[in-house]
T-cell receptor, first 111, second 115 residues
Framework: GENVGLHLPTLSVQEGDNSIINCAYS??????FIWYKQESGKGPQFIID?????DKRQGQRVTVLLNKTVKHLSLQIAATQPGDSAVYFC??????????FGTGTSLTVIP | NAGVMQNPRHLVRRRGQEARLRCSPM?????VYWYRQLPEEGLKFMVY????????ESGMPKERFSAEFPKEGPSILRIQQVVRGDSAAYFC?????????????FGDGTRLSIL
């Protein structure tokens, strides 16, 4: 399953499929990006980060891709599980330690 | 290894009252950030503090809102004379000292309801 930018804030995928969540960021000067997962009633949980001098970073079952040319960030989740159901936010760092968060994408995993 | 602790988890106030939200950062973290989140929206930056100093308060309303991070004790976000529009979830995050490109770790928030 895949969503495009912020126009499709919900994404439903079958358990076991791969998920791709996209984020268009605003500031070409942003140099550090984080993906967070937020479950209902909880705070955002760090998933993976990437610096602007990289275009790809992999973690456990997750991969973040950064395309600075078009100011686009994506999060790929392999073999999506029901526990992955949550809202996913991208956050970009402009200057100092201030982060700007996107609107978020709600991921629902269908068993 | 305790994470970021926020209390209370839920706070109900009547219009005109004061709300005090507390945040204890992770052990070893000296940077604290406050964010506000409305339902089905992203987090909006409010203020960034280090011990005894406000570093960046560009996201905080000029009136009624204040924040502190004293030498001892938790960080406090204070909202005076609350109005209905202050109803939101308020999240605190912390990060360790050092280079700025480090992830912020969040607490589970305080849900503020104004009657």
């Amino acid at each position: 399953g895949e969503n495009v930018g912020l126009h499709l804030p919900t994404l439903s995928v079958q358990e076991g499929d791969n998920s791709i969540i996209n984020c268009a960021y605003s500031n070409s000067a942003s140099d550090y990006f984080i993906w967070y997962k937020q479950e209902s009633g909880k705070g955002p949980q760090f998933i993976i980060d990437i610096r602007s001098n990289m275009d790809k970073r992999q973690g456990q079952r997750v991969t973040v891709l950064l395309n600075k040319t078009v100011k686009h960030l994506s999060l790929q989740i392999a073999a999506t599980q029901p526990g992955d159901s949550a809202v996913y936010f991208c956050a970009e760092r402009h200057t100092g330690n201030q982060f700007y968060f996107g609107t978020g994408t709600s991921l629902t995993v269908i068993p | 290894n305790a994470g970021v602790m926020q209390n209370p988890r839920h706070l109900v106030r009547r219009r005109g009252q004061e709300a005090r939200l507390r945040c204890s950062p992770m052990k070893g973290h000296s940077h604290v950030y406050w964010y506000r989140q409305l339902p089905e929206e992203g987090l909006k930056f409010m203020v960034y503090l280090q011990k005894e100093n406000i570093i960046d308060e560009s996201g905080m309303p000029k009136e009624r809102f204040s924040a502190e991070f004293p030498k001892e004790g938790p960080s406090i976000l204070r909202i005076q004379q609350v109005v209905r529009g202050d109803s939101a979830a308020y999240f605190c995050a912390s990060s360790p000292p050092g280079p700025p490109n480090q992830p912020q770790h969040f607490g589970d928030g305080t849900r503020l309801s104004i009657l």
